[in-house]
């Protein structure tokens, strides 16, 4: 399938549900103008070819720019370096957010002009850099991340306790706004490629996490700003709603704003790559054609998402929101629980992660499942804010505190790698979608619930967002690492093997084996060192799962172990007791241990030797040399 | 019955999974599964930077009973007949096992085997330059897997072994037509200086989904 289609249908697949639902309540529950149907037709239409446009974009360019970015942070030689570099990253995509604009005039409204939208901006941004810094730290020192995440949560509640609701709420706003349609993928990228480099047994783990970290840099910048301003309470009410009309004038009218945005956007961040390449990467022309052809793809691709949520789907959100409010008030928690659990599926972001789960767990990790406990997690969200909205006396932090509290304690009995995804997915979820569609339908209702506060509540749906995902994906690691465990205790006894003698080839020619061990993820280091000390040469590494004796149901999802091949060019007359070594000291004895095997390799015409490359032991040397690694026979 | 192939099939993104599935049913014990890319030759594609397609590899040990029945099974329920299905091809091997003799070692050295796969190791980011020059040797097509080479200390700030990510490209085709291609890719990326890549060639015994690319091919077929 070429990687366009594969885009659209990925797309089209997590659209429909929310087309079905929206068609279906406005024919049924909710009376909406034929016009603003139309135009949220078109604009569906508008972003289903954006988002697939926008994810491609992403594939070729990002992963590229933030392969080059993390090579150049985790090669530097000064800790100084490093600092700024990783700074001024965080900083570059944070300051262009549109959507950190909207926010900082909204506050600079609410807060009676106290605090100036400019510096919200600046103030998130610098949060947002430093917490980046810190983070790429944490990474390339191996220090644990639930304890890293821990602590900066601490920090969070204790300045918690200073700030009042409303600003509260505001905080996680923030957070949900830096974390928009450009600066999730990238993070992510930054992060899979820092992981790339380090590789090493925690590689998996490693790509995950960073988004959840920068998250928290709004949060803390947002209340440290409260308090040093002294700033309580929000005045103010939101606007007055008023539907656009037209079915392709609002389109229209919004397309170049948001062209401009987009590429706003996208600007310091493309500029910091090329100047980067100018000066340092030297990245080869193919390359930096695809990068280029990728970065017109995420601008055109995010002009056209955006436009199309922004005309389309806004309005509607608004119409829903206030139509079940009036009506059916008993429905919004249902329907608030049903509308986070498909629409959280578009977010742009959402693909993006679930792409980085697949390369960088091998596959091992079935998206499908991350997925859908994401969604059930939005889906509380929406729920809980729905009744929120409805009840008065129910608070926020009712949700807020436990929530994050539970998931902190069960990050450390978590599978690590779940931890990561799982505080990512906090910032992943809240994304452009949720912030227009579904803010919109909150808002909607509680516009006709009496007693509920359009701006206050509004503000909280991004909060419960950015939580409970983190919680149900917490839960989920910690039930799979329970699984695992069960299923090592389970495991049979090693039986004790004694291994024979290796035959020692006494071939005269020149010739090759093609040495292939599959092992388990980790083992890899350790084969490599066991081989070379044989007389082996370098050798490749290929991530991969696989099935290996035991195999894992989970809630009938398939989970395949995670597996590493490697390969070797070994001259044939040592490479069976390479072998050997590498089935008795890797232990590749039981069932799911791993496998070694040897196929013949052809020098084909070319002079024999000269087809290898680097350190392989010459023809000459004896095969004896290695005499001492292998093993007598008992 | 001691497996003696590796039996591999380079499939849709997605599929491999089913595939795995469906061998384990069939009594094939153990898979892996690594992710690759194809590449599709088309200019228009390849100017609008959408030329690549994300493909599956699937790696299983066999017996030759087995390889048959993956073999039947990839012509009549993975159409693999067909073009742009993917491809499956059988390679034999020795399993180092502790017990294993090690007299039926030849299998594939000793007689001519009647296709190639070339397996070609070069630093990541030159897989579709070298693809390119494959093409022009009259390779019809190839996968690209991304992998990586063992850590290497270095002088940074941070403890770290860097791991140097590779490109691994799998080219099958017959062995009369493998030996220009391979030697394009020798030349072409100058493999005889140190350190920038190997080419590697397995024999190959049997292979379905491997086919002419549109527009005929210039060489002859012998």
């Given at each position: 399938m070429s990687l366009l289609r594969e885009k659209f249908s990925e797309v089209s697949r997590s659209l429909v549900p929310v087309v079905v639902m929206v068609i279906l309540l406005s024919f049924t529950m909710v009376k909406v103008e034929t016009n603003i149907l139309l135009r949220f037709i078109v604009g569906s239409i508008l972003l289903l070819v954006g988002l697939a446009i926008f994810l491609l974009g992403i594939d070729l360019a990002m992963t590229s720019i933030g392969d080059h970015m993390a090579t150049e942070l985790a090669t530097s030689k000064t800790a100084y370096k490093v600092a700024v570099m990783s700074f001024l990253l965080g900083f570059l995509v944070t300051v262009a957010e549109p959507d950190l604009l909207i926010l900082g005039n909204q506050v600079e409204a609410a807060s009676g002009k106290t605090i100036s939208a400019m510096m919200m901006v600046y103030m998130v941004s610098i949060g947002v850099g430093v917490m980046i810094s810190l983070g790429t730290f944490r990474l390339l020192q191996s220090r644990s991340y639930p304890v890293f995440m821990a602590i900066t949560y601490g920090v969070i509640f204790v300045l918690a306790i200073l700030v009042s609701e409303e600003f509260l709420?505001?905080?996680?706003?923030?957070?949900?706004?830096?974390?928009?349609?450009?600066?999730?993928?990238?993070?992510?990228?930054?992060?899979?490629?820092?992981?790339?480099?380090?590789?090493?047994?925690?590689?998996e783990e490693n790509s995950f996490g960073m988004v959840g970290v920068m998250s928290a840099g709004p949060i803390l910048a947002v209340m440290l700003m409260s308090i040093l301003t002294g700033q309580e309470h929000i005045q103010g009410e939101a606007e007055a709603f008023m539907p656009a009309?037209?079915?392709?004038?609002?389109?229209?009218?919004?397309?170049?704003?948001?062209?401009?945005?987009?590429?706003?956007?996208?600007?310091?961040?493309?500029?910091?790559?090329?100047?980067?390449?100018?000066?340092?990467?030297?990245?080869?022309?193919?390359?930096?054609?695809?990068?280029?052809?990728?970065?017109?793809?995420?601008?055109?691709?995010?002009?056209?998402?955006?436009?199309?949520?922004?005309?389309?789907?806004?309005?509607?959100?608004?119409?829903?929101?206030?139509?079940?409010?009036?009506?059916?008030?008993?429905?919004?928690?249902?329907l608030g629980f049903v509308m986070g659990t498909i629409v959280v599926l578009v977010e742009p972001a959402v693909h993006v992660l679930g792409q980085q789960i697949e390369d960088a767990t091998g596959g091992r990790i079935p998206i499908k499942l991350i997925r859908i406990t994401l969604s059930i997690g939005v889906g509380l969200a929406i729920a809980g804010s729905m009744l929120r909205i409805m009840i008065p006396e129910v608070k926020l932090w009712f949700f807020l505190l436990p929530g994050f509290a539970t998931a902190i304690l069960l990050s450390f009995f978590s599978d690590p790698v779940f931890v990561g995804i799982a505080y990512d997915a906090g910032g992943v979820a809240s994304g452009p979608m949720t912030a227009t569609f579904v803010l919109a339908f909150a808002q909607g209702a509680a516009a006709m619930t009496p007693g509920a506060n359009v701006l206050v509540d509004g503000f909280g749906v991004i909060a419960m967002v950015a939580m409970t995902p983190v919680l149900s994906i917490i839960i989920l690691g910690a039930v799979f690492q329970r699984r695992t465990l069960k299923a090592q205790r389970e495991e049979p006894a090693m039986l004790e093997e004694t291994v024979a003698p290796a035959?020692?080839?006494?071939?005269?020619?020149?010739?090759?084996?093609?040495?292939?061990?599959?092992?388990?993820?980790?083992?890899?280091?350790?084969?490599?060192?066991?081989?070379?000390?044989?007389?082996?040469?370098?050798?490749?590494?290929?991530?991969?799962?696989?099935?290996?004796?035991?195999?894992?149901?989970?809630?009938?999802?398939?989970?395949l172990k995670e597996k590493e091949?490697?390969?070797?060019?070994?001259?044939?007359?040592?490479?069976?007791?390479?072998?050997?070594?590498?089935?008795?000291?890797?232990?590749?004895?039981?069932?799911?241990?791993?496998?070694?095997?040897?196929?013949?390799?052809?020098?084909?015409?070319?002079?024999?030797?000269?087809?290898?490359?680097?350190?392989?032991?010459?023809?000459?040397?004896?095969?004896?040399?290695?005499?001492?690694?292998?093993?007598?026979?008992? | 019955m001691i497996p003696d192939a590796l039996f591999f099939a380079v499939v849709d993104r997605g599929k491999a999974g089913d595939l795995l599935h469906w061998a384990r049913e069939k009594g094939v014990t153990g898979g892996t599964i690594f992710a690759g890319e194809g590449t599709n030759p088309s200019p228009i594609l390849n100017f609008l930077g959408i030329s690549e397609v994300h493909k599956e590899v699937l790696m299983l040990a066999v017996t030759h009973e087995h390889s048959q029945q993956l073999f039947a099974a990839m012509k009549d329920e993975f159409r693999m007949d067909k073009r742009y299905k993917g491809?499956?091809?059988?390679?034999?091997?020795?399993?180092?096992?502790?017990?294993?003799?090690?007299?039926?070692?030849?299998?594939?050295?000793?007689?001519?085997?009647?296709?190639?796969?070339?397996?070609?190791?070069?630093?990541?980011?030159?897989?579709?330059?070298?693809?390119?020059?494959?093409?022009?040797?009259?390779?019809?097509?190839?996968?690209?897997?991304?992998?990586?080479?063992?850590?290497?200390?270095?002088?940074?700030?941070?403890?770290?072994?860097?791991?140097?990510?590779?490109?691994?490209?799998?080219?099958?085709?017959?062995?009369?037509?493998?030996?220009?291609?391979?030697?394009?890719?020798?030349?072409?990326?100058?493999?005889?200086?140190?350190?920038?890549?190997?080419?590697?060639?397995?024999?190959?015994?049997?292979?379905?989904?491997?086919?002419?690319?549109?527009?005929?091919?210039?060489?002859?077929?012998?």
């Open positions: 709420a505001i905080t996680f706003d923030a957070s949900g706004a830096t974390t928009g349609a450009l600066t999730t993928p990238f993070v992510l990228a930054l992060t899979a490629g820092l992981s790339r480099i380090k590789g090493g047994k925690t590689a009309t037209g079915i392709l004038g609002p389109v229209l009218h919004e397309l170049p704003k948001v062209f401009v945005e987009s590429l706003v956007a996208l600007l310091p961040l493309s500029a910091l790559f090329f100047i980067m390449n100018f000066a340092k990467f030297k990245v080869p022309m193919r390359e930096l054609g695809r990068i280029i052809k990728g970065l017109i793809y995420t601008l055109l691709g995010l002009a056209l998402f955006l436009t199309g949520v922004y005309s389309g789907f806004m309005d509607m959100g608004q119409i829903i929101g206030r139509g079940i409010a009036e009506h059916y008030n008993w429905f919004l928690p249902i035959p020692v080839g006494v071939g005269e020619a020149a010739s090759y084996d093609c040495v292939l061990a599959v092992l388990n993820r980790g083992l890899s280091d350790e084969a490599i060192a066991i081989a070379r000390d044989a007389g082996a040469g370098g050798a490749t590494i290929i991530h991969g799962r696989g099935s290996g004796g035991h195999d894992m149901k989970f809630l009938s999802f398939e989970m091949i490697v390969v070797w060019l070994i001259d044939d007359r040592i490479s069976a007791t390479i072998a050997a070594n590498l089935y008795e000291k890797l232990d590749l004895g039981g069932e799911g241990g791993g496998k070694v095997f040897l196929v013949p390799a052809l020098a084909m015409g070319l002079k024999a030797p000269g087809v290898v490359n680097g350190a392989i032991t010459g023809p000459n040397e004896a095969p004896e040399a290695d005499g001492e690694e292998t093993n007598t026979p008992t | 491809i499956a091809f059988v390679v034999p091997f020795r399993q180092w096992l502790p017990d294993a003799k090690p007299a039926a070692e030849d299998n594939g050295r000793a007689k001519e085997p009647p296709f190639v796969c070339l397996i070609t190791i070069v630093d990541k980011g030159k897989g579709e330059l070298l693809m390119d020059v494959a093409r022009k040797a009259g390779a019809r097509g190839g996968t690209i897997v991304h992998a990586h080479g063992a850590g290497v200390p270095q002088d940074i700030y941070f403890p770290l072994l860097i791991e140097p990510q590779k490109d691994m490209v799998f080219i099958v085709d017959s062995r009369v037509h493998a030996r220009p291609i391979q030697a394009a890719i020798y030349q072409e990326m100058e493999l005889e200086e140190q350190n920038n890549g190997i080419v590697i060639a397995l024999p190959v015994l049997r292979v379905i989904g491997l086919y002419e690319p549109r527009g005929a091919r210039k060489r002859g077929r012998k």
